[in-house]
């Protein structure tokens, strides 16, 4: 099996701190990789290198073999690599159909002068984003608010519309920054088959950051674990809830 | 040589004006992030302000009265229009602060304008003498101007070094919103913030209306935005990048005005701003601000 | 009232009253300009409010649809107006036909510049940008007064009178039909995202760069078009017509109207006419009054009248398809 994602030595320093240093990962096509680790661990400044952000100080970054590293963010973003953010950032004021249809707008193939003369290919283009667009929300059971800001949805909403938007750019990698941030034990495990679901039915590949170990354990086929921004510990679940390395990172270290 | 040595002095002093007026457009920017495009005309406002009280007073005003009185009554202003017009506005979009403050500024400006619509000269305040210091001339007038505006530097610079003001002023510029928790009473610091700045502001237009003595109501304008040029071009918010900024404005100016015609001053001091903004986009001294994602 | 309002709402859903408006306004115009319908005052203040109308709708769509603050744009119309007046009055005069292309060249020439600012929006945002649409207004204000070949202080006189009722109102309508349609396109919605958010737009494949060159490009070539229009009304320009008064004039229909909006922009540009107008009588005062409206508008009602909402007349079809049914 060919890695989707490889990241290969990456060290991204902020003036004196070194948020992630030789970073090494290699994340094959089709499977749920988890990272977790402390607060300030460098899991969103992963996030942040990998989709262009920010570019790493040292290092390369491939996607599908091809380095993406050092590309503007909507470049990666169009090679299929699609995000949420920690703090959700959807298009608040925008309606809900609106903040899809502009991540399916990168698929649109039309001219300014199309647009312009509304000519050509731009009514079909269009009628399909809308359409397409719909169904996403649809299967994200948000069609019933698409004509309403995205301000007015729930946060769970908010949370599942960004999940639906990135899904928009038909992405092969999505990247998922604590999608159950804030949520209660119910409403987790809940989350646990509605990411299951979203795996199958679109076929990505995902990579989570996460604090609910529960979701974790159950979703992510490997796991990796990041602490002051090195890799302390690589592996399945089970090699990682019994990798002691993990357990003093999390728990401080052992007075023994 | 000795030509040279003039002009510097001649640099210096306009260059102190400038950073006296740089530093209550950087005092607001550093605690609260807003560009107060009413600092200008409240400098101008100062200049009218010194105007009027000469005229109107019973008894000659000594020079330091006359300055502390101006400075009141300008800083007041200026805790007045934050207090009706800022003050709303805090949690607003930050466009909607600035173009307030462009707002309040147009109406003191045209405000003047409408009272007073020709320039008026300046009557003198003391009676200015004139140096000749190894060939270089020098008025009492530039003199009391590097004396009075490093004298308030200075004041300005262990006010906020060392009082308690200080600490709560530089605690309410890193982080508003935690400051409170701290039991700091930001509404208190901004409202003083105000009151300084425009009070630095009205001196400094004092100061320029005895050192120019025709004053206007576009001074606000023509001058005032000038210092606003120095405090970006040092880093607005960064204090010690306003008083940078406001020499080398001052430098540039009096120098550009020495070699070219008197008319490109304008475009040199906007081409400055420009090109420095271009390869430094948040100043000489300033940062870049931390956008979390 | 209630019915007043049913009624208005009623109306604002009716999409064919909008063609028929344009034919009747067109027709009107013409009249007005070939018979003494109006007198020249009347005619003067219509068409000045047609040209604020393009102003109005350009501006929005860097201040309201991107949501940066640009305080430029009288910048642009002085780049319009010098580069036609110069081509009307120096280069062939006496000839009217040329009149459309000389605006087409204002346009083009301050599009060239406002591609140059658009660069510099890559880097800096919010109020550094403002900072750098103010150094560009002081810089082209100044370097007006310092070229001799354009009248330098003094300005450019004996304009022709080319700019008609008719003209202008074409003009506005062109102006408002290619921002529309832009708007509501991919074009569009890009720019739009990067008001609402420019990382997230980025990580949703949004080319942020492309589409502030578009936004600025397009803002600066109706601003400069603009320009010429009012270079051909007034017949007189000096560079004191383009200085930060007339850029907060602009602002202040923006942001009395609404920001990001087209019915607001429109709305925002008739009702400061009129306003202003009517104000003239009290001199300098005007300018007292009319930016104390603009800050008690940012106290109370920071987004204008229209605020980010959109009259059904401006949709396309397929988008008030979609509005509708939340219904």
Same mark, same amino acid.
């Given at each position: 099996m060919s890695a989707l994602l490889e990241i290969e030595d990456v060290t991204m320093r902020f003036g004196g701190l070194c948020a992630i240093s030789n970073c090494r990962m290699t994340v094959p096509a089709g499977i749920t990789h988890g990272i977790i680790g402390p607060n300030g661990a460098g899991k969103t400044t992963l996030f942040n290198l990998i989709t262009g952000i920010y570019r790493p100080t040292e290092g390369i970054i491939r996607y599908k073999g091809r380095k993406? /590293?050092?590309?503007?963010p909507s470049r990666i973003a169009l090679e299929g690599i699609g995000r949420t953010f920690q703090n959700i950032r959807i298009f608040k004021s925008l309606t809900v159909l609106e903040n899809v249809r502009i991540a399916y707008d990168s698929q649109l193939r039309y001219g300014p002068m199309e647009s312009l003369m509304r000519v050509g290919r731009y009514g079909r283009a269009e009628d399909e984003s809308i359409a397409r667009s719909m169904e996403l929300l649809e299967h994200f059971g948000l069609s019933g608010f698409? /004509?309403?800001?995205? /301000?007015?949805? /729930?946060y769970g909403s908010q949370r599942r519309l960004e999940i639906a938007r990135a899904l928009a750019l038909k992405p092969a990698l999505l990247l998922l920054d604590e999608p159950a941030a804030g949520m209660n034990t119910g409403e987790t495990s809940a989350l646990t088959e509605f990411l299951r679901d979203i795996r199958d039915h679109f076929q990505v590949t995902m990579i989570l950051i996460e604090h609910h170990m529960h979701l974790v354990m159950n979703l992510c086929d490997k796991i990796t674990v990041l602490d002051f921004g090195r890799v302390i510990a690589d592996g399945t679940p089970a090699e990682i809830r019994a990798n002691p390395r993990v357990i003093e990172a999390y728990l401080g270290e052992s007075t023994e | 040589m000795a030509y040279f040595a003039q002009q510097a002095v001649n640099a210096i002093s306009l260059g102190f004006l400038y950073a006296l007026i740089a530093l209550g457009y950087t005092m607001v920017y550093g605690v *609260?992030?807003? %560009?107060?495009?009413a600092h200008g005309d409240l400098f101008m406002l100062g200049a009218f302000i010194c105007l009027l009280l000469v005229t109107f007073s019973p008894i000659a005003l000594p020079f330091p009265i006359l300055l502390v009185l101006v400075m009141l009554i300008i800083g007041g202003l200026g805790g007045l229009i934050e207090r009706l017009a800022y003050r709303p506005l805090r949690d607003a979009p930050r466009v909607s602060a600035v173009i307030t403050a462009l707002g309040c500024g147009l109406v003191i400006s045209n405000t003047t304008l409408s009272i007073s619509p020709y320039s008026r000269a300046m009557p003198e305040v003391f009676n200015d003498q004139y140096f000749n210091v190894f060939g270089v001339g020098i008025s009492t007038l530039q003199m009391l101007i590097i004396g009075v505006s490093l004298a308030l530097m200075i004041g300005l610079d262990a006010l906020i070094q060392k009082s308690r003001f200080g600490m709560a002023l530089r605690a309410v510029a890193f982080d508003a919103r935690s400051?409170? *928790?701290?039991? %700091?009473s930001v509404n208190r610091i901004i409202s003083l913030t105000f009151l300084i700045g425009t009070g630095l502001g009205g001196a400094a237009g004092m100061l320029y209306g005895m050192a120019f003595p025709v004053i206007s109501a576009s001074m606000g304008v023509l001058v005032g935005w000038k210092a606003f040029i120095a405090a970006v071009i040092g880093g607005i918010g960064n204090i010690r990048g306003a008083v940078l900024g406001g020499f080398i404005l001052g430098t540039v100016e009096i120098f550009s005005v020495a070699t070219l015609p008197s008319t490109y001053r304008d475009l040199i001091s906007y081409s400055l701003l420009l090109v420095i903004l271009i390869f430094k986009p948040y100043g000489i001294l300033g940062r870049a601000p931390n956008i979390k994602v | 009232m209630e019915n007043i309002r049913r009624f208005c709402v009623r109306l604002a859903d009716r999409r064919w009253i909008l063609p028929v408006l344009l034919v009747l306004g067109m027709t009107f115009c013409v009249v007005a300009e070939s018979t003494s319908l109006l007198n020249s005052y009347t005619r003067f203040v219509l068409t000045a409010m047609l040209v604020n109308v393009i102003l109005c709708v350009s501006l929005n769509l860097v201040n309201g649809y991107l949501g940066e603050f640009s305080v430029g744009h009288a910048g642009f119309m002085a780049l319009g107006a010098y580069a036609s007046a110069m081509l009307t009055t120096c280069l062939f005069p006496q000839t009217p036909a040329l009149f459309i292309p000389a605006i087409l060249v204002g346009g083009l020439m301050a599009a060239v510049v406002g591609f140059f600012l658009a660069l510099l929006s890559f880097k800096t945002r919010g109020d550094y940008l403002a900072i750098i649409t103010l150094a560009f207004l002081m810089i082209v204000k100044s370097a007006l007064e310092n070229?001799?070949?354009?009248?330098?202080?003094?300005g450019l006189a004996g304009i022709p009178t080319l700019t008609t009722l008719p003209i202008a109102f074409a003009t506005a309508i062109i102006t408002l039909w290619v921002i529309r349609n832009l708007i509501y396109s991919k074009f569009g919605r890009a720019v739009v995202a990067i008001r609402e958010d420019e990382i997230a737009a980025n990580a949703m494949g949004v080319r942020t760069r492309e589409a502030k060159i578009l936004a600025f490009t397009v803002s600066s070539f109706f601003g400069g078009v603009a320009g010429a229009l009012l270079a051909h009304q007034i017949t007189f320009i000096n560079p004191g017509s383009f200085d930060i008064v007339k850029s907060t004039e602009i602002l202040v229909m923006v942001y009395l109207g609404g920001i990001g909006s087209l019915a607001g922009s429109i709305l925002g540009a008739v009702i400061f006419t009129f306003l202003s107008e009517a104000l003239r009588e009290y001199g300098t005062w005007r300018m007292v009054i009319l930016p104390l409206i603009l800050v008690l508008l940012m106290i109370f009602r920071p987004r204008g009248i229209m605020g980010l909402r959109e009259l059904p007349w401006f949709l396309p079809r397929r988008e008030l398809f979609n509005r509708r049914k939340k219904s």
């Open positions: 993406i /590293s050092g590309q503007r698409a /004509s309403i800001p995205a /301000s007015g949805l /729930s | *609260l992030t807003m %560009i107060n495009f400051a409170p *928790l701290m039991g %700091i | 070229i001799s070949w354009v009248g330098g202080p003094r």
